[in-house]
């Protein structure tokens, strides 16, 4: 072999490990003791190695890219559809169909559940429950084309496994040579939103701890002289503020793991008290609206998609399972998980909203009652539970931004990555000062974040995917149609549902 030849090889570089969750409309993050990480919906470890192509042809890199460029000499798409990327994976603890299920229920179903009823609120009783399966169906359905392109890209490349953001690269590079240099800006804009997602719904826990903590203050100290009534809520943020540091300094991920346990047990006994009080004294549905009007559309739509769309969880599954074929099948592990996910949704939806009617709150905990022992340790325990969220949630975010700064630091990367975490935790407190209305703030990042990560990024990979393969588009380029349906969709909603939402918070400002 040439020294040529082997000063090629030596300079190929080997991917960094990528950190990726992320969500569905914020998890209740766990920390997983076999992976050593946080798993949920945005939680994803890739470590891909790249060398040299099969044929002992090096693999040529483009535009700084960690993938390998997809049209290698000498390879044809015969050769693709031989290799089967299922039967590379090495897995050490591969999960079955069931385990599969119940980790796409488990991380389906967290707080966003608690938001569904305000969402109601802004559709109707009845359009909201049509319109709730609705948006289900084409939640679950860009999950669908995201699988299924990664596992087309993975035929290409011949590598085992994808994750979101290594989708996203991998198809600028397969597709027109125009779209190669993209590649790095395709994979970044993936992690970058999944980090804005991200610290939203922390910030979004921040509102919800104080909003449940004070109520229940208020409560107990009415006829107290000694403290005050009624504070602000923003002080009860502030108050928050010495804990989150304190909480979030932990770089380990063990000693995180016992808040875990604890949040999914009071989140569990809390919800199944939430549903005894939604079924006591339920008023006639006459009494609600249908239809609440077009005019707050935009707001159900941020609403709705933040608690349904949970994108970010499908690729670490999908990647873990015995056999990924009946991953997407029919009925499918993802099917049959999303029906019951989204049935719940529209179930606490529709009975929320019945309930409580026009008082619907941004979450339901806020609707039980303060005067009875049940209802102040159901906002307690959920509270205690999303503020130990808060850490493991935040904990890919910092991964992602610490990965991608840290070289800009020399022999004080401890004190620097300390000091990032300070700031970046003050940032989140500081927004949710700014903005208090829990209602607004979830559809904003709902509208803001998600309308990419679920629709149009999904649309715009599979375009590029399959641009310029036989007959890719499909008959008459329906597949091109049918993703600028998707596009469009996702971008009316992105600028309605972030208008709107501004609009909201601002009004109640003044």
């Not at 009845?126 to 709730?132: H, I, P, Q, R, W």
């Not at 993975?154 to 690269?169: D, H, V, Y």
């Not at 604890?262 to 339920?282: R, W």
Request: aromatic residues 12%; hydrophobic residues 50%; neutral net charge.
């Amino acid at each position: 072999m040439s020294k040529k030849h082997l000063h090629n090889q030596a300079a190929i570089p080997l991917a960094p490990a990528v950190f990726k969750k992320p969500q569905m409309r914020p998890m209740i993050a766990e920390y997983d003791p076999k992976k050593k990480g946080v798993r949920n919906d945005l939680s994803d470890v890739v470590m891909v190695k790249y060398k040299v192509d099969p044929n002992e042809i090096p693999v040529e890199q483009q535009a700084g890219s960690t993938l390998p460029l997809m049209e290698i000499p000498g390879r044809d798409i015969e050769a693709d559809e031989d290799y089967n990327p299922f039967e590379h994976r090495k897995l050490a603890h591969p999960t079955s169909d069931i385990d599969t299920l119940i980790h796409l229920l488990k991380g389906s179903l967290g707080s966003g559940i608690l938001a569904m009823p305000m969402a109601f609120l802004n559709a109707g009783l009845y359009f909201g429950l049509v319109a709730t399966f609705l948006i289900g169906g084409i939640c679950t359905y860009c999950v669908h084309v995201l699988v299924k392109t990664s596992h087309e890209l993975c035929k290409r490349i011949q590598k085992p496994s994808l994750g979101f953001a290594e989708t996203a690269e991998a198809a600028f590079l397969a597709g027109p040579p125009a779209m190669h240099k993209f590649s790095r800006l395709a994979k970044a804009l993936v992690n970058w939103f999944l980090v804005v997602d991200l610290l939203g719904c922390c910030c979004v826990y921040i509102v919800f701890v104080a909003k449940n903590v004070k109520q229940v203050v208020d409560y107990h100290a009415k006829d107290s002289e000694w403290f005050p009534h009624d504070m602000d809520i923003r002080i009860y943020m502030a108050l928050l503020l010495p804990l989150l540091i304190a909480m979030n300094l932990i770089r380990n991920l063990k000693y995180l793991a016992p808040f875990s346990m604890i949040a999914n047990l009071l989140v569990g006994t809390g919800m199944g008290i939430t549903f005894y009080y939604l079924f006591q004294d339920i008023p006639s549905i006459s009494e609600r609206k249908a239809f609440a009007g077009f005019d707050h559309l935009p707001t159900f739509f941020g609403t709705a998609i933040f608690a349904l769309e949970g994108i970010g969880v499908v690729m670490p599954l999908e990647n873990n399972m015995k056999t990924p074929n009946h991953f997407i099948g029919c009925p499918g592990v993802l099917n049959t998980g999303m029906f019951f996910v989204v049935s719940l949704y529209a179930f606490v939806g529709f009975f929320g909203y019945l309930k409580y009617g026009e008082a619907t709150s941004g979450s339901i905990t806020i609707n039980l009652p303060e005067d009875e022992v049940l209802g102040q340790s159901v906002k307690l325990m959920i509270a205690v539970a999303i503020f130990f969220t808060y850490s493991l949630q935040f904990y890919v975010p910092m991964d992602i931004i610490w990965r991608n700064v840290r070289h800009w630091f020399g022999a004080k990367k401890n004190l620097a990555e300390y000091s990032i975490r300070i700031a970046i935790i003050i940032m989140t407190l500081c927004i949710a000062v700014a903005i208090p209305n829990l209602g607004p703030f979830i559809s904003l990042v709902g509208a803001v974040c998600l309308s990419f990560l679920g629709l149009i990024f999904p649309s715009i990979i599979e375009i590029v995917a399959f641009w310029d393969r036989p007959n890719g588009l499909g008959r008459f380029n329906w597949v091109l149609w049918k993703n600028l349906f998707l596009v469009a969709f996702g971008i009316l909603g992105f600028f309605t549902g972030s208008y709107v939402s501004i609009l909201e918070i601002i009004n109640s400002k003044e």
